[in-house]
């Protein structure tokens, strides 16, 4: 695997602070159905400025559409990204190769997943599961090679 198209070691760290609040922004707007364009709305403009004079407020009037999912999913891709594709600190042969074995894992996992949703799932159920499923690859790869890169450091300690 080609590690030019990785980021930097430190973005490890930029992604995990990315992702851990969006993941949890997005089961409370899922879940709680927080809406947290209204929230920064009320906390900016809970004294109301005179009226005719130019404010922020324009800005977040434009719909009156909740928009935290889609700030969370986007937070949680980009951290996901960020923590899937960083390099590691000593990034060699074997660690390309089980960073592409871990890859392959985890699009095999993700369409078995998907596949089984298809044939068993319907309506909101399969919904709620395709919305999980869009980080299922990314995840499934982080554990999958987080857990061959213990595994393979654990071996050589034995050794």
Excluded: C
Excluded at 37 to 52: D, Q, R, V, Y
Excluded at 60 to 69: E, I, L, R, W
């Amino acid at each position: 695997m080609k590690t030019k198209w990785l980021f930097p070691h430190r973005f490890r760290l930029i992604g995990w602070i990315i992702f851990v609040p969006s993941a949890i922004l997005g089961l409370a707007a899922m879940y709680y159905e927080l809406d947290i364009i209204s929230l920064i709305k009320e906390i900016l403009f809970n004294a109301k400025p005179p009226t005719g004079t130019l404010t922020l407020e324009g800005f977040f009037s434009a719909g009156s559409q909740n928009m935290t999912d889609e700030i969370a999913a986007i937070g949680v891709i980009l951290g996901l990204l960020l923590i899937a594709f960083s390099r590691e600190k000593v990034e060699d042969e074997m660690i390309g190769q089980l960073r592409l074995e871990a890859l392959q894992w985890s699009v095999y996992a993700n369409y078995i997943i998907l596949a089984i949703a298809i044939l068993t799932l319907y309506d909101n159920a399969f919904f709620n599961v395709m919305v999980y499923n869009m980080f299922t690859v990314l995840l499934v790869f982080i554990f999958r090679f987080r857990w061959l890169l213990y595994r393979n450091n654990h071996q050589l300690l034995a050794l």
